[in-house]
């Protein structure tokens, strides 16, 4: 098996033909297979090998503010809040209702797509309009070397940029001059917002059982996975004064005492008027009727299968701490717990 090292001090393994086999069963195949990182197991597309060490030496700038997590905790969220929190608390920003990545680009994107696929981009290949996209933003940029993160690095400032992946594989002086918010969700709710999404998104296509997800997630074996893993990083840093850990379920709860936390963390001293404007652009309501994460003409946009959408919702899907109680069975709920009283038990976890 090939593999090489990442400047982040991680062995990036080829996963082999059997496994790859077994993980990719009830899912689309990666383009470019699947990496296991050692240590820690996590789970990658064989393009990060391509982004990895150009996340980890990302040009970072004093006032970026950075949103960090794993699938499904409220990420989509963060972004919209400490965007608006930034920029918008007055509702007045021309650039607010344009789609969510053009204002707070994920940077890890570049992964998906592999950066490689551009160099023979014919006028009806698939990357085409991405190419176009890039290249209006970035006129002397190279697309094989990532457009995601090239455009994030061409943002006019205060940037506030996203990532999913955890601690260990970005730089380790990160939290040194970048404020990161970390958010967490009770693993309940993760496996099954992220049931949904691996449903909903044509490029996962997710075709198995709930049941056969749950055995999934909780053997690590869903992709930037493990769940666990990514919490434990975060949660160790907790102390840090630049780093803001925060739940999905206190900020579902008490929204506001929430926002007045962030206000203080990111120093945007909003008043109680604008922290209220915030508050109602981001609410769910609000965020699901704009849509502008999938609805969207953005070339990168994931593709959602309309039968799912309309049947079980779209990304925005219910908003809610404690859907799992309607959806996973009382030995999935048992097998997740196991899982969480294992690895995570140092956690206070909310599940209503
Ligand atoms: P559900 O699938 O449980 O509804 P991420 O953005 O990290 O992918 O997380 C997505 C989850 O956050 C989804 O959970 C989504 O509905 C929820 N979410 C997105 N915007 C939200 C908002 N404004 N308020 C509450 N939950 C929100």
């Known amino acids: 098996m ?13 996963v082999s033909r059997p496994e790859l086999e077994r993980l990719e069963r009830h899912f689309t195949p990666w383009a470019n297979g699947l990496l296991r990182l050692r240590p820690g197991g996590w789970l990658f597309p064989g393009a990060f090998t391509e982004t990895a060490d150009k996340i980890y030496n990302f040009g970072w700038k004093e006032d970026d503010v950075l949103v960090t ?27 607010a209702n344009t789609p969510i990545l053009d204002r707070v680009p994920i940077i890890d994107t570049d992964m998906f797509i592999n950066p490689k696929g551009f160099r023979s981009v014919t006028p009806s290949h698939p990357l085409k309009p991405m190419l176009d996209d890039f290249k209006k933003k970035c006129p002397d940029g190279d697309a094989t070397q990532g457009i995601y993160i090239q455009m ?3 943002l006019p400032e205060p940037r506030t940029l996203k990532t999913h992946y955890p601690f260990s594989v970005l730089h380790p002086d990160l939290l040194e001059h970048t404020k990161c918010v970390y958010v967490a969700r009770n693993p309940r709710d993760v496996v099954v917002s992220l049931h949904h999404m691996c449903r909903l998104f044509e490029y996962n296509n997710y075709s198995g059982t709930l049941e056969q997800f749950v055995d999934y997630f ?19 840093k907790r102390n ?20 007045r936390r962030l206000n203080d963390f990111l120093g945007t001293n909003l008043t109680a008027e604008q ?10 309501g609000e965020m699901q009727s704009r849509n502008n994460f999938t609805n969207t003409k953005r070339p990168d946009n994931p593709g959602v299968k309309k039968e799912i959408e309309k049947s079980d919702g779209g990304f925005f899907r219910k908003g809610v701490t404690g859907s799992w109680s309607n959806t996973l069975t009382p030995s999935m709920v048992e097998k997740i717990d196991e899982w969480t009283r294992k690895y995570l038990s140092e956690i206070p976890f909310r599940y209503k």
């Open 2 to 14: 090939a593999s090489k090292t990442s400047e982040s001090g991680h062995e990036l393994v080829e």
């Open 69 to 95: 997590g794993f699938l499904k905790t409220g990420t989509t969220w963060l972004q919209e809040i400490l965007w608006t929190m930034r920029n918008h608390s007055n509702l007045d920003h021309p650039l």
């Open 152 to 154: 994030a690095g061409v």
């Open 218 to 236: 909780v053997n690590g074996d869903v992709i930037q996975g493990p769940y666990w893993l990514h919490v434990k990083e975060a949660w160790e």
């Open 240 to 259: 840090h004064p630049n780093l803001h850990f925060i739940f999905y379920e206190d900020l579902k709860s008490d929204t506001m005492k929430e926002l």
């Open 275 to 284: 922290l209220d404007n915030v508050k109602c652009y981001t609410s769910f």
